[in-house]
């Protein structure tokens, strides 16, 4: 919504790397002693449509009253298919999420770049960038499009309750980084976006959720 920032960059990971209203406001923050910018989950996700003409925009009615429910509706019919998401839905762990990355830029090393020069941007601020990692849960398992690991193992990187049920209490599919290999993915994705993308730190959804020994293990791998 920043209109300093050219039309293709708005909502992208290259508008950090321009001056705009945005980046100058993030310049006086560091100045005035704010030392660290913490992103929400911008690994790759499974909502939000990458390519930007598969994306719906809500046809939010200009004439309703704040109390009317119509703008809700007009959202809620397209939630589905629009750019809007938290992004605690993990697709791959170890990509930068396409849709953030200019159009065109969306496939194979052009969105590592972009997200590179976010962080190097942020950087140049004075900033520390803090990324929201989720390990805790899949956006999806078994025969699902968006399923992932049980089409490496089936039944072994996702926690199973008495029944061979994978269990859900993230949210989603939850995963197992109790078993070895569940857990070696975790701390290498994790050392994969210090060194490579030169991230600063990172907080973990739902922590709780992975054995204390295993984020012993994260801490010292990043160490």
Same mark, same amino acid.
């Given at each position: 919504?920043?209109?300093?920032? =050219?039309? %293709?960059?708005?909502?992208?990971?290259?508008?950090?790397?321009?001056?705009?209203? !945005?980046?100058?406001?993030?310049?006086?923050?560091?100045?005035?002693?704010?030392?660290?910018?913490?992103?929400? =989950?911008?690994?790759?996700?499974?909502?939000?449509?990458?390519?930007?003409?598969?994306?719906?925009? $809500?046809?939010?009615?200009?004439?309703?009253? %704040?109390?009317?429910? +119509?703008? &809700?509706?007009?959202?809620?019919?397209?939630?589905?298919?629009?750019?809007?998401?938290?992004?605690?839905?993990?697709?791959?762990? @170890?990509? %930068?999420? !396409? *849709? #953030?990355?200019?159009?065109?830029?969306?496939?194979?090393?052009?969105?590592? +770049?972009?997200?590179?020069?976010?962080?190097?941007?942020?950087? !140049? @601020?004075?900033?520390?960038?803090?990324?929201? &990692?989720? #390990?805790?849960?899949?956006?999806?398992?078994?025969?699902?499009?968006?399923?992932?690991?049980?089409?490496?193992? $089936? !039944? #072994?990187?996702?926690?199973?309750?008495?029944?061979?049920?994978?269990?859900?209490?993230?949210?989603?599919?939850?995963?197992?980084?109790?078993?070895?290999?569940?857990?070696?993915?975790?701390?290498? *994705?994790?050392?994969?976006?210090?060194?490579?993308? +030169?991230?600063?730190?990172?907080?973990?959804?739902? @922590?709780?959720?992975? =054995?204390?020994?295993? @984020?012993? +293990?994260?801490?010292?791998?990043?160490?």
């Amino acid at each position: 919504a920043d209109a300093t920032v =050219p039309a %293709p960059l708005r909502g992208t990971y290259a508008a950090f790397t321009v001056s705009s209203a !945005g980046t100058r406001h993030l310049r006086a923050l560091a100045a005035a002693g704010i030392d660290t910018i913490h992103l929400l =989950p911008v690994f790759d996700y499974a909502t939000v449509p990458e390519d930007r003409a598969a994306q719906s925009v $809500p046809d939010i009615p200009s004439d309703a009253s %704040p109390f009317s429910r +119509r703008p &809700q509706a007009a959202i809620t019919a397209v939630a589905d298919s629009d750019a809007y998401n938290w992004g605690y839905d993990p697709y791959h762990w @170890m990509a %930068p999420e !396409g *849709s #953030y990355a200019r159009e065109g830029h969306q496939d194979g090393g052009a969105r590592t +770049r972009e997200m590179r020069e976010m962080i190097g941007a942020l950087h !140049g @601020m004075g900033l520390q960038v803090i990324l929201d &990692q989720v #390990y805790n849960h899949t956006a999806a398992c078994g025969q699902d499009p968006h399923s992932v690991l049980d089409k490496v193992v $089936p !039944g #072994y990187y996702h926690r199973l309750d008495a029944v061979g049920t994978v269990t859900s209490s993230a949210c989603c599919a939850n995963t197992a980084t109790e078993n070895a290999m569940c857990e070696r993915l975790m701390i290498d *994705s994790v050392v994969r976006w210090a060194r490579w993308y +030169r991230v600063d730190g990172f907080r973990f959804d739902l @922590m709780g959720h992975h =054995p204390r020994a295993v @984020m012993e +293990r994260v801490r010292a791998a990043l160490n």
